[in-house]
């Protein structure tokens, strides 16, 4: 799908939008009783900060002479949302289900999402890799890994 | 200084370290093979492995796999005239027309022979300037050290191209602020966190040039359809042809080279400019040398045009380590990458470390050298085996980066909630991307922003709370001019030229 955008438009709109809720946020930041008289306190720079943002995606919104319009390239949008959301997974899986276990599906799963069939080559790149991986961490270099809540529950 | 070379030597020697260098270049150059994956997501893969080692070895991988990467690139530019990474796209401007005509083991060799004498002459020069800079800077106030941040940020935007200098400031002013995030350092106070206990100790570093440069590149790579068949062209490459050079051949191109080496190396230590501006701006100055008919040759398979670039790439890449590490700010997004992980292994590179550390110091100068070296002698022979490690199925190699980015910060932290706000980041960098913001400016924004804070307080508090530093201490005032002017120069310039124009214009029409 091509899509014709003004792209400095959109990205002056969110850039502007960002740096006005950084702005508001820094007049959230707490303060010590005195801090008033000091030239300096900790949102001295965020306030900078936010009205350089500002008069930056100003400059961009409006700034920008020639008409800016390109055509984003086309894009697997889906594959990337595929992937996105196997790592969201593997993030919420990996301590429940252990290192080695949660690893070896998430490749597996990548292997599969990305085309790969051969059953024989997505087992050899997945359980025995991830297994000398974490033997490597955990028995060579000492660094611990919890083995996940289902293995101790399992008594494992 | 001889002294200081041994201990480098003694240092980068020893059999951990040669390991090391040897592993880094290997890896760089197939990382930098890679489409789409540069020596910044080479350097930032590596990150969580340096975190294991003792600062010099880290440090010696990573310079590895630096120069690695840019050789690596190198390579996928003349072999399927797919840049690995910016730096690089000039090379195939003469490298893939030379490999189209059978030539592709001659452009690698000269390439790397190139590359070569530009790192060895980057490093002789280092050896000489980095400590008499290191010497100098020991002078330096909170107040330069300030102006020198701003320095670096406004010449990253400077030379981010025509048109792009908002949007690179305006990535510098978002890695500023993701930099506030978490605990003010010098009163306690909670910045940005929301209440979040996960936010108290700021974004961490690694995480976000993981998400930025590791996984966004990766997904970006493979939404894009194009790299594919990018790819594919790869396993056409079984003959690469002879890689000798003649005697005419290498008196043509040798003052080409050491003509782009010491331009390389010049542009290289001006923070912000790097290697791409170093490619491009020599081989530009070898076409204007060129004769008449050796201009016409330039684009088509040009030995000199290969050169020019490869030798200069190499010696920016050299010379970004200058301001590295003798002032502690990082010219170039690798370099960027570098400093934060030193930072986050103790070491704090500055004019102290010349004498706090003098065996990273120098153990980094030394195995520059030694890096190119290896490149020479032992990837270049290899490049076919390594090439053909490319032809590992894109649907096996992708999961796997990305593995190895997800557990390379979950390793450091040990916090499964990591991953999920690396995702998020890599969501954000690829829209970054699409609407053509560049990221690097962010990672160095982010990396400097801590010590430009606390160099602006010093600052302010030994000059009794006022701004006059920036006019009344020479040094301060001339940074901050020549700031001023790598960012207002060229805009101020072209408004004179359209002004003049207008006026000479307007006499015409008068005279008429």
């Given at each position: ?156 | ?361 120098w153990s980094v100068i030394v195995s520059m050298y030694l890096g190119n070296v290896v490149l020479l002698i032992l990837n270049l022979p290899l490049i076919p085996y390594i090439a053909k490690l490319l032809e590992v199925p894109r649907p096996i190699l992708i999961p796997l980066i990305l593995f190895f ?50 160099n602006l307080r010093r600052a302010l508090l030994i000059h009794d709370e006022s701004m006059s530093f920036l006019w009344e201490r020479p040094l301060t005032a001339v940074i901050m001019t020549i700031a001023m002017l790598a960012l207002f120069g060229q805009p101020l310039l072209n408004f004179i030229r ?15």
């Amino acid at each position: 799908m091509y899509m014709t955008i003004a792209k400095n438009r959109i990205g002056g709109l969110i850039f502007l939008a960002l740096s006005l809720a950084y702005g508001y946020s820094t007049t959230l930041i707490p303060m010590y009783p005195g801090d008033e008289y000091e030239v300096f306190t900790a949102k001295t720079l965020p306030a900078v900060l936010a009205i350089i943002g500002v008069i930056l995606s100003l400059a961009l919104l409006f700034g920008s002479r020639d008409e800016q319009k390109s055509e984003l390239p086309k894009l697997d949008w889906v594959i990337a949302a595929k992937l996105m959301a196997l790592m969201v997974a593997y993030g919420l899986v990996l301590e429940f289900l252990g290192f080695l276990i949660a690893t070896t599906l998430f490749l597996i799963c990548g292997y599969w999402l990305l085309g790969e069939r051969r059953k024989t080559l997505m087992f050899f790149c997945s359980l025995p890799l991830v297994t000398v991986f974490w033997y490597g961490l955990t028995q060579l270099l000492g660094i611990y890994l919890a083995p996940g809540a289902v293995l101790q529950w399992m008594g494992v | 200084m001889w002294e200081g070379i041994y201990i480098g030597v003694t240092t980068a020697v020893m059999p951990f370290n040669l390991l090391m260098l040897f592993v880094g270049c290997f890896a760089g150059t197939f990382i930098g093979m890679l489409p789409g994956l540069g020596p910044v997501s080479a350097v930032a893969l590596m990150i969580p492995i340096t975190y294991g080692l003792d600062p010099s070895s880290g440090i010696i991988l990573m310079a590895g796999v630096y120069y690695g990467a840019v050789f690596g690139g190198s390579t996928s530019s003349i072999l399927i005239n797919a840049p690995g990474c910016a730096s690089t796209v000039v090379t195939a401007f003469d490298g893939y027309p030379m490999a189209q005509r059978g030539q592709a083991g001659k452009a690698l060799a000269l390439a790397a022979y190139s590359s070569f004498v530009g790192g060895t002459i980057g490093a002789i020069f280092l050896i000489f300037f980095a400590p008499m800079l290191a010497t100098v800077s020991l002078s330096f106030q909170s107040s330069d050290y300030f102006a020198l941040m701003v320095l670096g940020l406004t010449a990253v935007a400077a030379f981010a191209g025509k048109g792009n200098i908002l949007k690179a400031l305006m990535m510098c002013v978002l890695g500023l602020m993701l930099s506030t995030v978490g605990t003010d350092r010098s009163n306690g106070v909670e910045r940005f966190t929301f209440g979040s206990i996960e936010f108290i100790d700021g974004l961490s570093f690694l995480l976000l040039a993981m998400a930025t440069f590791a996984l966004a590149e990766v997904v970006m790579s493979v939404m894009n359809k194009s790299t594919d068949a990018q790819q594919s062209k790869v396993n056409n490459t079984s003959s690469l042809g002879s890689m000798k050079l003649t005697k005419a051949e290498i008196k043509k191109v040798a003052p080409t080279v050491v003509r782009s080496s010491v331009l390389g190396f010049v542009v290289g230590v001006l923070p912000g400019a790097g290697a791409t501006i170093a490619a491009f701006l020599a081989y530009g100055v070898e076409r204007n040398f060129a004769s008449a008919k050796d201009k016409l040759g330039f684009g088509k398979g040009s030995l000199r045009g290969l050169a020019a670039p490869e030798a200069a790439n190499n010696a920016a890449s050299t010379g970004s380590f200058v301001p590295l590490l003798t002032l502690g700010i990082p010219g170039s997004g690798t370099t960027a990458v570098m400093l934060g992980a030193l930072i986050a292994s103790g070491i704090q590179p500055g004019p102290q470390l010349f004498i706090d550390h003098p065996d990273v110091f120098w153990s980094v100068i030394v195995s520059m050298y030694l890096g190119n070296v290896v490149l020479l002698i032992l990837n270049l022979p290899l490049i076919p085996y390594i090439a053909k490690l490319l032809e590992v199925p894109r649907p096996i190699l992708i999961p796997l980066i990305l593995f190895f980015s997800l557990t390379g910060v979950y390793l450091v932290s040990f916090n499964a909630f990591d991953i999920q706000v690396m995702v998020i980041i890599c969501i954000a960098a690829i829209g970054l991307k699409l609407l053509d913001f560049p990221l690097a400016p962010m990672l160095l924004g982010f990396i400097l922003g801590g010590m430009l804070e606390d160099n602006l307080r010093r600052a302010l508090l030994i000059h009794d709370e006022s701004m006059s530093f920036l006019w009344e201490r020479p040094l301060t005032a001339v940074i901050m001019t020549i700031a001023m002017l790598a960012l207002f120069g060229q805009p101020l310039l072209n408004f004179i030229r359209s002004k003049v124009g207008q006026r000479k214009e307007q006499d015409v029409f008068d005279s008429e």
